[in-house]
């Protein structure tokens, strides 16, 4: 077994279709999202510190349908979904149906030292509220800029220098989807996991598929014995049994990282102590994961 690197980043902008035109607008957003989280875990901050760095950078980012660039659903109206998870003690903060909320991934991390796991739509708005968190009129969330096709989430794993693992999600759901709608991505075991002892986790794709197959929970549960790719391996086959995109990162607790898709692209970017930041968008291009 490696060394474990001091400490290790993957950030993911979404499993789909990315048209030639977008593609370097995807890079890039992945690569000043991975920067981002790589700066605070160099200076020896936490990977939920990391994680939720990393989300706001692609929240903010109209390429990537999480936040700004989030997609309208059926009554057009943009309602987002996130959620954060820590390591350290399996805590979780999500929040789902929002619509006022600058930086759900910020929301999320507040709520996670707090009783409950997950609050949605107005109950969630209001917890922002009372807590000072960024909020925004819901037209500075619907994306005017890309169009999205097929359906993605941005994440980010990560591990920092005291062996930490945290994962986090955003979306801006699926473009078109039933108001009130809710996905994988703030359901821990779903879209996202993060246990110091095994590793952690955070999925793109068809929301309603990840759930159905519990696929970050298998996911973990793989890890617990199997390096990332194998581990990814296996998940992505549960999946064929009930269909649907997906695209998959994982930092172990070796710091070793993995990553792969069904979508046609995934823009990904990753960094470790030992390796500086690079951006992919197809898993082919990528020959240095650990598995
Ligand atoms: N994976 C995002 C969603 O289905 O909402």
Redesign the pocket.
Known sequence: MPERPDWAVIVHGGARTIPEPLRERHRQGCLEAVAAAATLLAAGRSAVAAVESAVRVLEADPTFNAGRGSVPNAAGEVEC?AAIMDGRDLAVGAVAAVRTLRHPISVARLLLYERPVLLVAEGAEAFARAHGAEICDPDHLRNTETQHAG???VGCVAIDARGNIAAGTS?G??SG?AVGR????PLPGC?LYADDAVGGVS??????S?IRTTLAARLIQALEHDAPQAAIAGALGRLERVGGEAGLIVIDRHGRIGWDHTSDHFAVARASAAEPARAFIHRDEDKGSDA
């Not at 999925?203 to 309603?208: P, Q, R, W």
């Open positions: 979904d359906c993605d989430t979306t759901g699926l989807c809710v996905g994988d991505s879209g999925l793109s794709g068809e929301g309603e990840l």
